[in-house]
């Protein structure tokens, strides 16, 4: 398939999103200057131990003090190596102060959760200073390969250090390894060695901003193109890219239409689908995503689909597409925990077999780890998948107050992005002047986006933009008018 990377800047974001064959597969939206994000390693405190929970919370210096579980101080071996954690309490005592790092952000009431086993993320290779263990990734099934870089990784680590092999370490030679194992291991030791010194809840450390990121886990030979919305980023892109072997340097193709990048090339719209629990298939059938606080249910639906065989092959058709099409979704949407899937009714104990397989199939794309059980007699298929970071909807979306937070709206920032992306295609056809009417909430948050007024009058080309609030609009509402038209009292010029 053919693969390409989006990146775009702008109002004090940064937009990633890969594609495959013109379908996201993955999307991300991150606020330049956030202040906590998943890697950051702080001089953590002990505010508090809880033997019950076996957990303590520590204060990094953030809004809430963070959580760390007692299997937090010992190496995952399930992930490493398919065994169980220890489950022992450290013995910690309040006052202690220990290094720590983000594993999860925080979420509503929960402060973020965070690990004592630091680790260092590169290109090819993750390194673990006090995690004693090599892992090699999941997507590298050839044992050979997998033996290769097993005995590659006990050359690159001393006593007590761990090294996971990621999956474009087979395409780096020896030496670069070499040199990124010890860029690494500099790097922890500068952070080791800032801690005495440090004041309790001192950042040490901060991960790269997304698109060096998106860059460092995606860029391989499956990578097609690179594009990217604006020169400054696109300069940034070029600069990390080149850093990488020539084999899986791509070219960098620099969107200045004028227009919104992401609406003009259509991935604006596959951003906004995702705020809905309905997704279309390609042969006109439908599944419908709903959470509840224990699981994700998902149903699967013919629609409008009838087939041209048998209702057993129109059935099985339709599964296997939805199969394909949940992994995606819960990857974009980083569902995690149990999902329940509720597939159409078969007959044939070949189908169920072979749509449980597909399904196991698409998920292994997956980058976070999923297990997928056997179909029931009633026809449903469990899986487990474990999420990663931040829902891309916890950060576009709020709980709609309308229906009692039952449902999902766009959040004001993702609302304004939108708007955005149409005023500027109205810019690019020579709009003058025009007025905007929109919902009061949304119109208070423009008010305090600086940034967002300041790029919109960069592409105006000296046309004014006036914002209407309406306490009786929804939401999701904006009417767009262009010149002439009425100018309200309370309207304000942006």
């Known amino acids: 398939m053919k693969k390409t990377l989006y990146f775009d800047s702008f109002c004090g974001y940064y937009i990633a999103a890969v594609a495959e064959d013109g379908k996201i597969i993955d999307f991300d939206f991150e606020k330049r200057s956030t202040d906590v994000a998943v890697g950051n390693v702080y001089k953590g405190r002990v505010e508090s131990v809880l033997p019950g929970m076996r957990a303590a919370f520590v204060n990094c210096g953030l809004k809430k003090n963070c959580y760390l579980s007692a299997e937090e101080f010992f190496p995952d071996m399930e ?33 973020a959760k965070v690990t004592s086993r630091i680790s260092i993320v590169g290109k090819s290779l993750i390194y673990m ?16 390969l997998r033996k290769n870089l097993t005995y590659t990784a006990q050359k690159l ?49 901060a991960d790269f901003a997304l698109p060096i990121r998106v860059l460092r886990d995606t860029l391989s030979t499956d990578i097609d193109s690179i594009v990217v919305g604006s020169e400054h980023l696109a300069a940034l892109v070029e600069k990390i890219v080149k850093l ?17 990048m992401m609406e003009e090339l259509g991935i604006s719209a596959q951003f906004f689908e995702l705020t809905s629990p309905k997704v279309e298939l390609e042969n006109g059938a439908y599944i419908v995503i709903e959470h509840t606080e224990a699981l994700t249910v998902i149903d699967v639906n013919t629609g409008r689909f ?21 992994a995606r979704q819960v990857r974009l949407r980083n569902i995690g925990g149990i999902v329940v899937v509720d597939f159409i009714d078969m007959q044939a104990e070949a189908h169920k077999k072979s749509l449980v397989e597909e399904l196991e199939r698409a998920l292994k794309n997956d980058k976070a780890k999923c297990c997928v059980s056997p179909m029931s007699r009633l026809g449903l298929v469990e899986f487990t998948r474990k999420r990663i970071g931040l829902s891309p909807l916890s950060q576009t979306t709020n709980p709609c107050k ?7 709206i766009c959040s004001p920032e993702f609302i304004l992005v ?26 208070s948050r423009l008010m305090d986006w600086t940034e967002m007024r300041n790029d919109l009058k960069a592409h105006s080309g000296g046309a004014k933009i006036y914002a209407v609030p309406h306490r009786t609009y929804n939401e999701e509402k904006t009417v767009v008018k262009t010149a002439p038209f009425n100018i309200p009292y309370d309207a304000v010029e942006v």
Do not use: W
């Open 306 to 326: 009838t087939g041209d065989d048998s209702l057993e092959q129109t059935v099985y058709y339709t599964n296997i597409l939805a199969a394909r099409e949940i």
């Open 244 to 260: 990488y072997p020539p084999q899986t340097r791509r070219q960098v193709i620099l969107h200045d239409t004028g227009r919104d």
């Open 129 to 144: 200073p006090n995690t004693p263990v090599i892992g090699i990734s999941r997507k590298i099934l050839d044992a050979e």
């Open 418 to 443: 939108g708007l955005r992306a149409k005023l500027l295609g109205m810019y690019a056809c020579g709009a003058g002047d025009i007025r905007v009417d929109m919902n009061i909430d949304v119109f």
């Open 402 to 408: 309308h229906c009692g937070g039952s449902g999902k």
């Open 79 to 111: 992930k490493y190596l398919g065994g169980e954690p220890l489950p022992a309490m450290p013995d910690l005592h309040v006052g202690d102060e220990l290094l720590v790092q983000v594993v999860k952000l925080p979420v509503g009431n929960k402060g």
């Open 157 to 205: 680590i001393g006593e007590g250090e761990g090294l996971v092999m990621r999956t474009s370490a087979p395409y780096a030679k020896r030496m670069q390894l070499e040199q990124e194992a010890a860029y690494l291991k500099n790097m922890y030791t500068g952070i080791a060695e800032a801690f005495p010194a440090a004041d309790v809840g001192e950042l040490l450390y």
